[in-house]
C-alpha cells in the first residue's frame, strides 16, 4: 500500500492529556499537510511542510498543537492539554509538490480523536 | 479572504436521477478548483480538478463539473446517479501561487434513494 497512513486511526483521551498523531506520506513526496475536520463541516488547514521544513501554520494551530517532520519523511502532529473542543477528525495529506495538475494532495484516512 | 460555499448541506436523488452539486468561491483571480468525495470512514478521493483551459471537466466515477467565470461556480454534476455515490461531497479551492494550503466549503451529504 502506497497511499498516505496515519496512526492511530481512533484515540479517546481524557481532557488534559497530550496526545501525539504520526502521519506516513506517500514516499517521495516532499509535501506534507495536515488538516482538522469537525463535524459537519470541510477540513480546515493547520499546518504544512516542504521536507523537514514548516511553511505556513494556521492561526487554528493554538499554542498547545505542534507538529515536526524531523527528516522529511514521516509527520507527528502533538497536542497538549487537550481540551473537548479538540475533538474532531485530524486528517493528513501529501503531495509531491505545489498543486500542479498532475500531483494533487492524496489524504490518509484520518485520525479520530474523542476528548472525554 | 478566499473561500468556498456550498449552499446544500444535504441532497437526497434517487437512484438513476441527475446529480448537480453546487460549489461557489471567492477568489479575485482564477483559482484552482477540486471537488472531493468522502464515504464514511474513508479519506477524501479527488474526483476531478480544475486549472485552466477547457471548462468542463471530467473525473472519476463519471463526475464532471464546469467552471463557470461570470458565476464563480464550479458545480459538480452526474447524469445518472448509482447508491454507491452517496457520500458526503466537498468542494476546494487553492489560490493559484506555489505553497498555500486548499480550502474547503463545508461539504454537501448526498443521498440516494431506490
Known amino acids: 500500500d502506497t497511499g498516505v497512513s496515519q496512526d492511530p486511526r481512533h484515540k479517546i483521551t481524557k481532557r488534559g492529556q497530550n496526545v501525539t498523531f504520526r502521519c506516513d506520506p506517500i514516499?517521495?513526496?516532499?509535501?506534507l499537510y495536515w488538516y482538522r475536520q469537525t463535524l459537519g463541516q470541510g477540513p480546515e488547514f493547520l499546518t504544512y511542510?516542504?521536507?523537514?521544513?514548516?511553511?505556513?501554520k494556521s492561526r487554528l494551530l493554538s499554542d498547545r498543537f505542534s507538529a515536526e517532520r524531523p527528516k522529511g519523511s514521516f509527520s507527528t502532529l502533538e497536542i497538549q492539554r487537550t481540551e473537548q473542543g479538540d475533538s474532531a477528525m485530524y486528517l493528513c495529506?501529501?503531495?509531491?509538490?505545489?498543486?500542479?495538475?498532475?500531483?494533487?494532495?492524496?489524504f490518509g484516512n484520518g485520525t479520530r480523536l474523542t476528548v472525554t | 479572504a478566499q473561500s468556498v460555499t456550498q449552499p446544500d448541506i444535504h441532497i437526497t436523488v434517487s437512484e438513476g436521477a441527475s446529480l448537480e452539486l453546487r460549489c461557489n468561491y471567492s477568489?479575485?483571480?482564477?483559482?484552482?478548483l477540486f471537488w472531493y468525495v468522502q464515504s464514511p470512514g474513508q479519506g477524501l478521493q479527488l474526483l476531478l480538478k480544475?486549472?485552466?483551459?477547457?471548462?468542463l471537466v471530467q473525473g472519476i466515477k463519471g463526475f464532471e463539473a464546469e467552471f463557470k467565470r461570470s458565476q464563480s461556480s464550479f458545480n459538480l454534476r452526474k447524469p445518472s446517479v448509482h447508491w454507491s455515490d452517496a457520500a458526503e461531497y466537498f468542494c476546494?479551492?487553492?489560490?493559484?501561487?506555489?505553497?498555500?494550503?486548499?480550502?474547503f466549503g463545508k461539504g454537501t451529504t448526498l443521498s440516494v434513494s431506490s
Open positions: 476546494a479551492v487553492a489560490p493559484n501561487q506555489a505553497g498555500t494550503a486548499l480550502i
Open positions: 477568489y479575485g483571480a482564477t483559482p484552482y
Open positions: 511542510f516542504q521536507n523537514e521544513a514548516q511553511l505556513e
Open positions: 480544475y486549472f485552466s483551459g477547457d471548462t
Open positions: 495529506a501529501s503531495s509531491p509538490t505545489v498543486h500542479s495538475y498532475n500531483s494533487p494532495l492524496h
Open positions: 514516499s517521495e513526496h516532499n509535501r
